[in-house]
């Protein structure tokens, strides 16, 4: 007996059917198990969230200065310096981007699937971004970089809309699920992130503790949905599982084990409707495992990217920019940037860095200057830079299909 999908694409429901891994089942529509991951600055925006959405996925932007995308935007406020009448401008002129960006991506996913915004909790307008996507229609908000504890205050008039935390251990699924029973509303779905198998930004306090195996998903899985229950919350909240997942018998792996669906990032990046620059797809792909670098990003939190020249230079002389750390009076990131910066408040231990700029040079596929993000393990495709559509059925086919059809 066929499943009926009607916000899947006809070929997508066909492959999961095939599959017999279970549909995700959010913002009251069923949908692929599958959770495009925002990536920001940038790599993902309205072309990858939309063709993800397309074919029944949630399909997800990051809301970090996607002005970017934007010539006009740009033209109007890329050569503003620093000064409170510049952070203004740059964050209403980040905030028409947003709003572009999910009309756009609304285009291409012709009612399939669904639309998402990832906002990082730590950013200064984490608060503005989470209501333009709301005003503007979003299916859902997924918050990391923090606790959330205010998303169900921002949210009150929009109850239809999914709202997604990420956490990475079971003791953050118990805070945010006590804190939220107060403002009586609950997450729609949580998304549970290894933070050492992800890329960015870890949700670990500091890099010894990411082989922690608290963080573990045979850990953290059964543990979260063990508290659920014996909580008595009678809502069913998805569990979302993201880091390292690369193929279907991960995805079935993880849903035996409790979960509803999984979030990947780099696969996604990589694909050919991915909003990066050809050459930030070419080096994440055909970076290897002994390629990746973990360290203290200008958040404080540990971090995982591509270890570039930019990023070898950078630590080679972290010790010393930590010494000489000082709290600097003006900057010209202050706009939509991180509530607490290492590099612009002096923070010692953190990151001696800007972000903004490194993760920019990224998108525009600088690999000299470029900060690249990467999650473990290798690829689908290896080097290739396929399809989103081709992604998809890959990740939906268990490998002995795979194999026989080769």
Known sequence: MSLSLPFVAPECAAWLERSALRPLKLAGKE?????QGGMGVGVSAHRLAGHVAQLGGVGTLSSVDLRRHHADLMERTGHLSAGDDSKALIDAANLEALAREIKAARVIAQGRGLLAINVMRAVSEYAHSVTCALENGIDAVVVGAG???????????????????????????????????????????????HPRLAGGHLGAAKIADLNDPRFDFENVIPQSLAFLR?????????????????????????????????????PFAVT???????????????????????????????????????????????????????????????????????????????????????????????VKKGLFFRGVGALPFGEQIRSVRELMERLLTPQAMLASAA
């Open 230 to 266: 014996s909580a008595g919350i009678e809502k069913d909240i998805p569990l979302i599982a993201a880091g390292g997942i690369r193929s279907f018998e991960d995805i079935a792996r993880l849903q035996a084990l409790g979960a509803a669906g999984v979030q990947l990032g780099t």
């Open 31 to 35: 949908v692929l198990p599958i959770v």
């Open 147 to 193: 606790l959330p504890l205010d998303l169900p205050d921002l949210a009150q008039d929009h109850p239809n809309t999914a709202l997604i935390p990420i956490l990475s251990d079971a003791r953050g699924v118990q805070l945010i699920i006590k804190k939220w029973e107060r403002k009586k509303r609950l997450p729609d779905a949580i998304v549970i992130e």
């Open 272 to 366: 050919e409707e991915g909003d990066a620059h050809p050459e930030f797809k070419r080096v994440l792909a055909e970076a290897r495992e002994d390629e990746m670098m973990e360290f203290t990003s200008v958040a404080g939190l540990p971090a995982r990217a591509v270890a570039t020249p930019w990023l070898r230079a950078y630590l080679k002389i972290e010790s010393r920019l930590q010494a000489v750390a000082h709290s600097k009076s003006r900057c010209t990131k202050s706009f939509d940037c991180l509530a607490q910066c290492g590099l612009r408040d002096g923070l010692p231990g953190w990151g001696q860095f800007c972000i903004d700029n490194q993760l920019a040079a990224a998108l525009r596929g600088d």
